[in-house]
């Protein structure tokens, strides 16, 4: 069982940056690729990206493409989001989720392991 913990969330004023780390009990996190998800209030929980068990592939939603970075860091059993040039629409609650099966998971069904959430307001 894999237990993900997910920390810096917050608000933020549109065009800022904010850091998400999601940090994982297991010490196999290199067998497993990582995958970041977002839910807005009303809305469908959406991929935000993906990074394989290696951290040399990765991939990305179109609306966050180009602002956004996936990261990990074996060694901390941590996986990374830098999200750049925030709006106002980036507001939702952010959840790291753990896949040990697929090379990159866009689905959330590929996904067995969710953190809890942490909360990324963007401000206008």
């Known amino acids: 069982q894999v237990q993900l913990v997910e920390s810096g969330g917050g608000l933020v004023q549109a065009g800022g940056s904010l850091r998400l780390s999601c940090a994982a009990s297991?010490?196999?996190?290199?067998?497993?690729?990582m995958g970041w998800f977002r839910q807005a209030p009303g809305k469908e929980r959406e991929f935000v990206a993906a990074i394989s068990r290696s951290g040399h592939s990765t991939f990305f939603a179109d609306s966050v493409k180009g602002r956004f970075t996936i990261s990990r860091d074996n060694a901390k059993n941590t996986v990374y989001l830098e999200m750049n040039s925030l709006k106002p629409e980036d507001t939702a609650v952010y959840y790291c989720?753990?896949?040990?099966?697929?090379?990159?998971?866009?689905?959330?069904?590929?996904?067995?392991?969710w953190g809890q959430g942490t909360q990324v307001t963007v401000s206008s």
């Open positions: 297991e010490r196999t996190f290199s067998n497993y690729a």
């Open positions: 989720a753990a896949n040990l099966d697929s090379y990159l998971a866009i689905r959330r069904v590929q996904y067995d392991y």
